[in-house]
């Protein structure tokens, strides 16, 4: 699984009640998971090019954090449509990946008005 520390019991426990909600698609590697894509590969990135801010969001573009401790390899980094960063304040390194997640899928979502009603 695209190397994901996550085992499906880690996951469940993570996704609490609401796992039977959610649609999870597990690709062989990278290359599978490169010919599924059909939008924007949009690489949340400390080494991104384009503030969070400025970053302009489409309804199909899939959101990809790598590993808090490594990142992505350089090859995915080349490979995304776009690269974003949060801003942070001097000083301060990177947010973990959950809050980053949160904080990038919540703007993204308020951009393509994807908020449920």
Do not use: C
Request: aromatic share 6%; glycine share 6%; net charge negative.
């Amino acid at each position: 699984p695209m190397g994901f520390a996550f085992s499906d019991r880690a996951l469940a426990r993570a996704a609490m009640d609401y796992a039977a909600q959610a649609e999870v698609t597990r690709h062989a590697d990278w290359q599978a998971f490169e010919a599924s894509v059909t939008g924007r590969i949009v690489l949340l990135s400390t080494l991104g090019a384009v503030r969070l801010d400025a970053a302009i969001f489409e309804p199909d573009d899939i959101l990809l954090l790598g590993s808090e401790s490594a990142g992505v390899p350089r090859s995915v980094h080349d490979r995304a449509d776009l690269r974003v960063m949060i801003p942070m304040r001097p000083g301060f390194r990177s947010l973990n990946v959950a809050v980053s997640a949160a904080i990038a899928l919540g703007e993204a979502l308020r951009q393509t008005k994807g908020w449920p009603e």
